[in-house]
Structures are given as C-alpha cells and as structure tokens.
C-alpha cells in the first residue's frame, strides 16, 4: 500500500481543481485534499497550527493574492520549510520559470498544466525519497 | 642817412682789412662826436631784420662798452632772442668801427662760415683753391690767379682744366700720381711742385699743397689747398702766422723746439684769461696732459700725422671737455713744427649730457610706440626717428649708424596706393606747408597700414629751421573696426529686413521699437499697429509670467538670452505658437538698451505634431491591445484548454470504451492542436525587444553542448553527425532561454529535414566580425529552394518541405529571438545540397 499525502491545492480554475483531484484520488495520491482559492486563504490555514501539508500544488495567476505573493512569504516560514511546493501554472513563459528557479530548492517542480498521470507518479517518486 | 663807411674802407686799406676781418656777422659804425650809429645789412640779416635794424636796437649799444679792443655784446634779434656777438674795435677819424662776430654758432651756419674763411684766407693772401672732386665744382681764389698773373674774371668760370690747362702737361701727369696718392690714404698731405704757364708766357715753378677735407661714401669730396711760386716759400711761414693769429679760434703754433710762434686771442682766453701770453714754450701755455704732451712729441718726431682728441681734464670744481687737433706743419718737406687747435667743449658737453639724458627718456617713450616718429634736417637727411618707423621704413638702427638716409626712405602712398615723391609731407612741411591730419598708407609683403600723418617744423634757438619732425599713426586698426562695424550693421538692416524669421527690437518695458514684415505676418498686425502695443498684450495670458521671469534675467546679465516655446494672440484672435529667442544689447557701460527678439512661427509645426501624437497613441493602444489579446491568448486560453486536454484525459480513463469512438479520437487531436498553437502563440507573444541590460553572457560553445545532450537519444537514433567547431572562450551577449530555442530549432530542423541520400552532417563554427560573433550552422540536408521561398523563409506558418512534421514556425520564432537580442540571420541554401545559417550574435 503506496504512501498517501496530505496535500493542499492552491488554485482559482474549478476546472482545474476537480480534475487535479479526480487524478489524484485515481492515483490514490492523497490522504486528505484541502483546496483554496487564493494564497491569503492558503496562508491562513497553514497559520492556524494544525496539521501541516505535506505537498502543495500552487498556481501563479490568481486573484487577491498570487502564487508569487504566497512564496515570498512561503519562503520567511522555518516551520514550513519540510512541505514540498509544485508549482503549476499554464504559463509557458519562459521568465515565469527563470523566476521560479530564483526561489531555489524551496520549490520541488515545476509543471506546466495540465498535469497528466505520469506527472503525479514522478511526484510521488520523488518525495518518497 | 647813408653809411660814410663806404668812404671810411676806400679811405684807408686797414679799416677794409678790418671789415673783412672781423665784420662779418656785421659792422657797427659809430661817430663819436655826433653818436650817430649805423650798422650795415649784414647785421641786420644776422639779427632777423628784413629792413633796418630799428633805432632803438642801436642805440642801446653804449658807446663806453667800447673802448676796450675786445668785447662782448648782446644785441636783441627780431624775435627777441638775445644774441651774443664778440666785438672788435677799429678806430678810422672819428668814427668808431665794430666788427661783429657771432659767439655762437650752429650747423647751418656752417656755410657762411665756409664763406667767412675763404674771404679770411683771401684777405691772408693766400693763393688758396677748393676742388670738389666729386662733382668737379673748383673755386679759385684771387691770388691763386694772381700768382699766374692773372686777374680772377679771366680764369672764369673755374673747373679742373683751368689748372691742367696751364700746367705743363709732363708736370700735369705727375700732379695727377701724386694726387691718386693722397686720395689713396698714402701721403698726409699732397704736395707737388709742377710747372705753370704764367701769363707772360714763361714757365714757373708752382709749390702746390692740398689736403682732402671731406670724404663721401668712402670718395674724396672736398680737397682744399694753395700754392705759390717757390721762390717766394719764405714767406709762406710768415703767411701763415698771420692766418694762425687771425683764425677763430683757440690755435697755437710752435716751432719744431715746441717754443710758441704764433696763437690767436682765442688761444689766450682759452688759456690764459685774456691776459697777455707771458710764456714762450707750449708746454707751459697749456695744462699739464701727458696724452697732448706725447702726442706733439710724436707728430714732430714723424710718427704719427695728426693727434685728434677729446680729453676730459678732471678738475676740482669743474671738468673741462677740449677738443685737441694737433697737425704738423711742414718748411720746406720737413716738419717744421706743430699747429694746435683746442676746442672748448665743457659748454657743449654740459648740454650734450642733458640732451643725451633728455633724449634716452625721450627715445624710451617714443620707442615703444605704435606711433613712428621721424625728424630730418633741412637737407632731407632723416636724423632721429624710433623704432616703430626703423620697423615699418626698414630703416637703419639708428639715424646716427650707417649710409645717410634720406626723406625718400620713408615712402608713404596717397590713399589711392600712388606713392609720394615731391609731395612727401616732410618735403612739404621743408616749404612751410602744413601738415596735419593727412592720411597716408604704407604697403608692404605683410601688410598694409593707413597711417594719419601730422608734421612740425624744428627750430634752433635763433628762430630758424633747422629740420622737421613728423609722426604717423597707425589707423589701421580702428579703420578695420569701423570697417566692421559699417558692415554688421548694414548686414543686420538687410537680415533685419528679409529675415524668413520675425525679428524684432524692443524697449525695456516692453514695446515695440522696430519690426520687420515677417513679425507682422505672424502675428496678424499691420507695422503701425503693433508700434503702438508692447508684447506683454499680445502674449497668450498663461505664457506671460515665464516670458517676463526669462526676459528680467537676461536684463540682469544672469543669462545671456533665452529661448521658449509660447503663444501669442494674433490679431483675430487665434493663438499662434511660436519660438521665441531673445537677447540683449547693452551700451559700453554694460547698461540694457534693448532686446532682439527672434520668433519663428510653430503653429502649422505644432499642429502636425499634434496630429502626429495622436497617431502615436493611436498605434500605442492598439499596440498594448495586441499585447493584451496576445496575453489573453496565450495564458487565459491555455489555462481552458490545458482543462480541456485534461478532461479529455479523465474522461478516456473512465470510459475506456470511447477511445474506440471516432468523435473523441478527433476531439483529441483538436485538443492537442489547440495547445501547439497556442503554445506557438505565446513564443510570439513573450517576444520582445531587449535592452543590454537584460542580456548575459554566455559561452557559446557550452550552451550548444547542453542542448545536444538534451536531445542526445533523437541524435542517436537519426545517426546525425554533429560537430561543435565553436571555440570555449568565445562568448556571447544573449537571453539564454532564445539562444537555448534557437540551437534546439536548428539542430532539430536539421535532422528534420536530413537528407536520406547520404549521411546527415551538421557543424557548429564562430567568428568574430566587428561586433558580433557569427554562429554559422550548416547541414548537408534537403536544403530550401531560395529563389521560390526565400522571402517567406522567416515568416509565420511557412513551411518548404512537404514533410510530416513541418509546423513553419521556428524559422518565425528564432528570428524574432535573434533580433530581439541586437542580433540578425542570414541563409544561404541550395536544394539537395545543404542549408548554412550565419546567425550574428553581440559578443561578450
């Protein structure tokens, strides 16, 4: 029985959020999916002291705040240093991943949308190590 | 009342020796018994009478005052200078005769005083002769006629040949030797003893003695001499005894034993205060010199032929200046002793010494100039002038160095560049004519002058002329100044007038003092009209305070003009845009007297610029609306149709069977279209013009590297040989992300369209040309047919191949990037033979 995560989606696109979980319930990924709309939401949960995520999925472009508003404040949190950050976006803007790379280690991948089935599995490889 | 002294002189031979004797500044008679006086025409002359000489000049002369042999007097002259005369008294009856001689003399005088020892020598009974060898001019006295038994008037006219004709011709040819001989320099004095035909017909041996006096550029002048028949020499010593005592002037005469035979009065007063000689030898009449003492003791002893000097005697209270001469003179061939001749010079050298410093202080002011200065004396001869003319006439350095010049130096042209000769000013100011203000020019290779002339006549203390003085100076400068100014002034009317630009003066407060045409056009007034506003009226309110600010600084001197941008209201009422330049003149004290301002008319300028703008914010919105749409396109699109690819996924997974389906076959392969493109659409879309900021640098050779190894496995299975030719250190200024497309764009195309005919070959090599590196990628694959496709080779959704994966977007793609990093591409290609890309990149 392969390692299930908690995991949070960070992302405006329904769309997007459903079918992101109807992959990872498929690939039995997940223990617990918490999803939210923007980084300010995102940020409020993760400061409420409960049980920490173990992986995020966040988008870039996103009303109120951000993906990169949410990493500049991401990156300050010692506590939250041990989440794994993917950052999926539907950009292909080649300075959306340069700017991404500046971020460093803090950020595991990052994958242009739409995620596909042998995406997930190389993520799953690759926090299990 | 006529002079009886006429009857006195036929009377009695002594009383017309007299006369000749001492007379000869003038003769004062004075009957004793009566007091009538009269004085003769010389006297008057002398005095500067033209007429008699008034009574009342006479008769101060105070008839006791003459009773001693020798006196002095001062007689008033004309122009009521005192002059001094040394009087000698000859008592004839009971008239009282007085000779007059002149104490003091000048230059000018000298050739009456010529005049006054050739009537002394005649009246010595000398046979004496002057010849101007130069010239030919020959005077002869009575006696040299006399001698030969003629009378004066029939040796008339005199010249050379009247003595060559009368000398035997045997004699003639030794005479003429002899005299080559003087003139040579090889005998001190010419003698000769020849044989002259007397007018009785008999041949007489002839004594003749001469000696060049004057010399002329190096030539003898003057030569001066007598003879006498030889029998007679005896009395020649006694001759000149009388002469020696007669001559004016301090000179003694000694025999060979240096004892004293003859002397003059002079000589006396000179040395022994007019009292009587009480000594016999020479040595004690005269001051102890050791310089005079050997210098007699040479000439007697033959050694030397004159002793000429000018001997300082120091003395306890006074210096005294003489000049000595002392010459032998010869009995028979042998020296029979010595003539001295003292000049007193204290007086003169007093005065020369005040000149000489006066003259310094003079000749320092006037050196330095830019003022010539040029004085001649009545004979045209240039005698003083400073620096500024030895300059501009190249005239010796000083007028005392060198040849004589002369007026004809000092050439001067009429304005019209005609010189002068007979005309020349100091010609001119000679004749009593005046000069002042004359303009003159001088020429030279350097230059030409106008020069403003004014000229003064020089006179001696008696009133006379003795020279002229001249100064010019130099206009030159301040003509060329006027010049200058005439012409400015008449280019800035002209200008003024039909300047393409409005132009105006205007006062300090503001109005209108002159304007041109142009000005009026611009702003819609006629000339009268807008005299009669000031510019603060017509200014476009909102433009007024900055004029006024500007205009106040330029009146303070704070800057010196000021251009601006503003509007004015024209006459009917529209606004005109205008230039505005505006600058100051001020007087020589530096106060304002009124501005120029320059207005160039901007409206029709302004209104195309207005249009131009409009065009530009046009071309700016749609150009930010393309950028949006392009945005829009490539993120917001993407998102839905990543979506749509996904959905697509999920819903396969579910419902396996569908896959078999034809419509979700080709709803997913729309669906993967969709996303190339758009995927396409967003390369096109981020592509922007760069800054060189924003470029890094990178080697060349290890980007190409890193995307082959990218691609190593598609490199393998197509077998393509590729080969980095492209050194490490060579390194280029670009986005790494276009220059990483760009390599995967040409290695991918080329093994995309490899030929199958033969092995594929691709290679990579670099050069530096100017500022870029050229990159040259060349395959030996399917190449492109030029001629057919080369102008759509770089464009959008082209493709040449009819190959499989042909998309016609990467060529699109790289050559943007390339321009966008500063760079360009070029290609040569030929079907079934290879394509080369040259892609020039900024190097590092």
């Known amino acids: 029985m392969p390692k299930t995560f908690h995991t949070y989606i960070i992302d405006d696109d329904p769309v997007f959020i459903f079918g992101l979980k109807f992959l990872l319930n498929m690939e039995n990924f997940a223990q617990q999916i918490k ?86 599995d190389n993520i799953r490889k690759q926090v299990e190590e | 009342m006529r002079s009886p002294l006429y009857q006195l002189i036929q009377k009695s031979e002594a009383c017309f020796d007299f006369a000749q004797n001492h007379g000869y ?43 001693k042999k020798h006196q002095d007097i001062d007689i008033l002259s004309k122009s009521g200078k ?32 010529i005049l006054a020892i050739r009537s002394l020598l005649t009246s010595a009974k000398l046979a004496f002769w002057e010849w101007n060898i130069q010239t030919g001019e020959v005077y002869l006295s009575p006696f040299w006629a006399q001698e030969l038994g003629y009378r004066m008037e029939e040796l008339q006219p005199f010249s050379v040949s009247t003595w060559s004709e009368l000398a035997h011709p045997d004699d003639a040819k030794k005479c003429e030797r002899l005299l080559q001989e003087h003139f040579d320099g090889h005998s001190l004095i010419y003698e000769s003893e020849a044989r002259m035909r007397h007018r009785n017909g008999r041949l007489i041996w002839v004594y003749d003695q001469g000696k060049v006096v004057s010399w002329k550029d190096d030539q003898p002048e003057w030569m001066i001499g007598f003879h006498q028949q030889i029998s007679e020499r005896k009395n020649q010593e006694e001759v000149l005894k009388t002469f020696i005592r007669q001559f004016p002037a301090a000179v003694a005469m000694t025999n060979k034993s240096l004892d004293i035979l003859s002397y003059t009065q002079e000589w006396l007063e000179e040395f022994h205060a007019g009292q009587e000689l009480s000594v016999s030898k020479i040595a004690e009449s005269i001051p102890h010199i050791p310089a005079i003492t050997e210098g007699i003791e040479r000439i007697i002893n033959n050694e030397i032929p004159i002793f000429e000097e000018i001997i300082r005697e120091e003395n306890s209270f006074q210096d005294n200046w003489r000049e000595w001469k002392i010459t032998p003179w010869y009995d028979q061939q042998h020296i029979g002793g010595v003539i001295i001749q003292v000049s007193n010079l204290n007086k003169l050298k007093k005065l020369e010494l005040e000149k000489l410093q006066y003259f310094q202080y003079m000749a320092m002011i006037c050196a330095n100039l830019p003022v010539a200065m040029i004085a001649c004396d009545t004979r045209g001869r240039l005698t003083l002038y400073n620096d500024t003319a030895r300059e501009w006439f190249h005239l010796n350095e000083s007028a005392e160095i060198g040849e004589p010049q002369f007026i004809d130096h000092i050439q001067l042209n009429e304005l019209s560049g005609d010189q002068i000769f007979t005309d020349h000013p100091l010609r001119k ?151 505005l330049s ?40 749609q150009n930010d609306r393309l950028h949006n749409f392009a945005h829009i396109v490539s993120h917001n699109l993407r998102s839905h149709t990543g979506n749509i690819s996904m959905l697509l996924d999920l819903l396969l997974s579910q419902y396996d069977q569908l896959r078999q389906e034809e419509i979700p076959q080709m709803l997913l392969t729309a669906s993967k279209q969709l996303n190339e493109t758009i995927s396409h659409l967003n390369e096109v879309a981020t592509l922007h013009d760069t800054n060189e900021d924003e470029l890094e640098s990178l080697g060349l050779s290890s980007v190409i590297e890193k995307e082959l190894h990218n691609i190593n496995a598609y490199i393998k299975e197509t077998k393509i040989k590729i080969e980095n030719k492209v050194a490490p250190d060579v390194k280029v ?112």
């Open chain 2, 82 to 113: 005192s002059i001094a005369f040394k009087v000698s008294t000859f008592q004839q009856d009971t008239f009282q005769i007085l000779g007059l001689q002149q104490k003091t003399k000048n230059i000018d005088q000298i050739d009456q005083r």
């Open chain 2, 429 to 579: 100011l000679l004749r009593n004519e005046e000069l002042k203000n004359r303009q003159f020019t001088i020429q030279n290779d350097q230059y030409k002058r106008t020069l403003k002339a004014d000229g003064i006549q020089l006179f001696n203390e008696l009133g006379e002329i003795i020279g002229v003085a001249m100064t010019l100076y130099d206009m030159s400068d301040s003509i060329a100044t006027e010049n200058q100014l005439r012409l400015s002034e008449q280019t800035f009317k002209n200008s003024f007038k039909k300047a393409p630009i409005g132009m105006a003066l205007v006062d300090l407060d503001g109005s209108w003092m002159r304007v041109n045409s142009k000005i009026c056009k611009i702003l819609g007034y006629s000339k009268e009209e807008l005299l009669k506003t000031n510019f603060q009226q017509i200014t476009h309110p909102d433009d007024l305070d900055s004029d006024l600010y500007l205009l106040n600084e330029v009146k303070l001197g704070k800057r010196k003009s000021y251009e601006l941008e503003k509007r004015y209201i024209h006459k009917t009422g529209k606004i005109v845009s205008v230039i």
């Open chain 1, 35 to 120: 999803t939210f709309p923007n980084g300010e939401e995102a940020i409020a949960e993760l400061q409420k002291n409960e049980k920490l995520p173990e992986i995020i999925f966040l988008d870039l472009n996103m009303p109120v705040m951000d993906g990169w508003e949410f990493l500049d404040w991401f990156v300050l949190q010692e506590k939250l240093a041990p989440i794994a950050i993917y950052v999926t976006s539907s950009s292909i803007d080649p300075r959306d991943l340069d700017r991404v790379k500046k971020y460093g280690s803090k950020i595991r991948g990052y994958h242009h949308k739409p995620l596909r089935k042998e995406q997930i």
């Open chain 2, 25 to 67: 500044d003038g003769i004062i008679l004075l009957n004793s018994i009566t007091n009538e006086i009269w004085a003769n025409a010389r006297l008057a002359d002398v005095l500067g009478y033209k007429e008699d000489i008034p009574p009342a000049i006479l008769n101060r002369i105070n008839k006791t005052h003459l009773e």
């Open chain 2, 733 to 844: 200024l670009v986005i790494p992300a276009y220059l990483e497309s760009i390599i995967f764009n040409f290695v991918t195309n080329a093994i995309k369209y490899r030929s199958f005919d033969k092995a594929p070959k691709l290679s990579f090599r670099s050069k530096y040309i100017n500022s870029f590196v050229m990159l040259e990628i060349q395959d030996n694959g399917l190449g492109i047919d030029l001629e057919k496709h080369g102008h759509k080779l770089f464009g959008m959704y082209k493709t040449f191949h009819k190959h499989k994966e042909a998309r016609g977007i990467g060529l699109f793609i790289t050559k943007n990037q390339i321009e966008a990093m500063g760079g360009k591409i070029e290609v040569e290609s030929t079907p079934n033979i290879g394509t080369t890309f040259k892609i020039f990149l900024k190097h590092a």
């Open chain 2, 582 to 621: 505006v600058s100051v003149v001020r007087d020589p004290q530096k106060n304002p007297l009124f501005y120029i301002s320059q207005l160039t008319d901007i409206s029709s300028l302004k209104a195309s610029s207005e249009a131009l703008k409009n065009v530009l914010e046009i071309t700016q919105k």
